[in-house]
């Protein structure tokens, strides 16, 4: 069993920054792969970045790339997103999400078996 908790959420203006924390318990935690996706009021959660489970690879949604970075330290057993940049369509709550039976990090949401409670991320304009 892995339980996860999202930290670092706030309220920033727009063109700042924050960095969210997935810590998680369990030391099974560090051989998978971890997804962070987020919600936004009446919109469908989305992918927003994955990573794999040594942190040599990752991918980005289009509409983060090049703004966050998605990083893990597996002696931690903490995932992190550092949002750059940021933008009030950025607003959302922001989950992290870890896959027991996945050898590489995916989009797919439905492929994620334990999730955090999420952390709430608001950008002022």
């Known amino acids: 069993q892995v339980l996860l908790v999202e930290s670092g959420g706030g309220l920033v203006q727009a063109g700042g920054s924050l960095r969210l924390s997935c810590a998680a318990s369990?030391?099974?935690?560090?051989?998978?792969?971890v997804g962070w996706f987020r919600q936004a009021p009446g919109k469908e959660r989305e992918f927003v970045a994955a990573?794999?489970?040594?942190?040599?690879?990752?991918f980005y949604a289009d509409s983060v790339k090049g703004r966050f970075t998605v990083s893990r330290d597996n002696a931690k057993n903490t995932v992190y997103l550092q949002m750059n940049s940021l933008k009030p369509e950025d607003t959302a709550v922001y989950y992290c999400?870890?896959?027991?039976?996945?050898?590489?990090?995916?989009?797919?949401?439905?492929?994620?078996?334990?999730w955090g409670q999420g952390t709430q991320v608001t950008v002022s304009s």
């Open positions: 369990g030391s099974t935690f560090s051989t998978y792969p």
């Open positions: 999400a870890a896959a027991s039976d996945l050898v590489l990090p995916t989009r797919r949401s439905d492929r994620y078996d334990y």
């Open positions: 990573i794999s489970v040594g942190g040599q690879s990752w």
